[in-house]
């Protein structure tokens, strides 16, 4: 992937309706990763100040597509699994996608505080190809 | 109320439904609740036009959002409210890629302890097909001063 070719990437996954609804930026795109940040907006935060799981699995999905889409792949998963480790609060999370393979792109996400909240695994059914 | 963790008394269900659709994150996404029983939930979103691009088709990213939501609102009716649910572990397997209109989802309980609790989801699309299934895994806190039904109490005019 060029520079140029990442600039593309990221320019066009910032101006999806998605990523401007869910307040994503794409900090970072490479051949095999993308980084991805979600300013949360404090008004959908829960009562206790935790960001909703809603919003994270949201934010895993787009970032381990941009990944696969980087990585040359396309389609819609066909699962995705996501352990949460610990409550994120604060008004950023992170997420780190990484393609192990065509089909696998791994996600790990961290909040304001820097610390691991959450981590996902999605795949698609066959590389290139839809669910 | 039976037990500590027996759930919400079946004439709370109202309540209840009231106190999911009014989250700030069910108003943003378009979700509502259309059903609300002991031990299940039935959920439809109608994702705002604003979260869609040209796309025919729902985002995965939505739709597992959908099923979260569903399967955790489902849990609200057998935990007690004073009691903090908090999902561990989901995974959830897309059939088909919905298209574009009202989704439905169905949450239900299928086991809840005094520590765990466990619950499935079906999601359909707009034509009633099934397009998405999913289990997970919560925590249960007793007595947690996080609770969204206490705070949601302690804090309603």
Same mark, same amino acid.
């Given at each position: 992937m060029?520079?140029a070719? %990442?600039?593309?990437?990221q320019? #066009?996954?910032? !101006?999806s309706?998605l &990523?401007? @609804?869910? $307040?994503?930026?794409?900090l970072?795109v490479?051949?095999?990763r993308?980084r991805v ?8 935060r829960?009562p206790n100040?935790?960001v ?5 699995? %949201?934010?895993?999905e787009?970032a #381990?597509?941009? !990944?696969?889409?980087? &990585?040359? @792949?396309s $389609? ?12 994120a609060?604060?008004d ?5 996608a990484h393609?192990?393979d065509g089909?696998?792109?791994t996600?790990?996400?961290r909040?304001?505080a ?9 795949t698609w059914?066959?590389s290139?190809?839809a669910? | ?6 759930g919400?008394?079946?004439?709370d269900?109202?309540?209840?439904r009231e ?9 943003a ?15 439809a979103m ?5 979260l ?26 057998v935990?007690?409210?004073?009691d903090?649910?908090?999902t561990?572990?989901?995974t959830?397997h897309?059939?088909r ?9 169905e ?8 520590r765990t609790?466990?619950?499935e989801?079906?999601?359909s ?6 397009c ?13 001063p996080?609770?969204?039904a206490r705070?949601h109490?302690e804090?309603a005019?």
């Amino acid at each position: 992937m060029t520079p140029a070719d %990442a600039a593309e990437a990221q320019r #066009a996954f910032d !101006a999806s309706a998605l &990523a401007a @609804g869910l $307040g994503l930026r794409c900090l970072l795109v490479t051949d095999r990763r993308a980084r991805v940040e979600m300013r949360v907006d404090p008004a959908l935060r829960h009562p206790n100040g935790a960001v909703p799981g809603v919003l994270l699995g %949201a934010l895993c999905e787009r970032a #381990a597509a941009l !990944a696969r889409t980087a &990585a040359g @792949g396309s $389609g819609v998963p066909s699962a995705m699994s996501m352990r949460f480790v610990r409550g994120a609060f604060g008004d950023v999370v992170d997420a780190h996608a990484h393609v192990v393979d065509g089909t696998l792109v791994t996600v790990r996400l961290r909040d304001a505080a820097d610390r691991v909240c959450a981590t996902g695994t999605v795949t698609w059914a066959a590389s290139g190809d839809a669910a | 109320m039976v037990g500590r963790l027996s759930g919400v008394p079946a004439t709370d269900f109202r309540a209840l439904r009231e106190l999911l659709d009014g989250l700030p994150v069910s108003a943003a996404l378009g979700l509502r609740c259309v059903e609300v029983d002991h031990g299940l939930v039935r959920v439809a979103m109608e994702a705002p036009a604003a979260l869609l691009d040209g796309e025919p088709t729902v985002p995965f990213a939505l739709v597992y959002g959908l099923a979260d939501a569903a399967a955790s609102y489902a849990l609200h009716t057998v935990v007690a409210p004073e009691d903090l649910h908090v999902t561990t572990e989901l995974t959830v397997h897309q059939v088909r890629a919905p298209a574009r209109g009202a989704l439905e989802a169905e949450g239900r309980v299928l086991r809840h302890g005094r520590r765990t609790a466990f619950a499935e989801v079906r999601v359909s699309d707009p034509a009633g097909a099934l397009c998405a299934l999913g289990s997970g895994t919560w925590a249960v806190v007793a007595d947690s001063p996080h609770s969204i039904a206490r705070h949601h109490a302690e804090t309603a005019p």
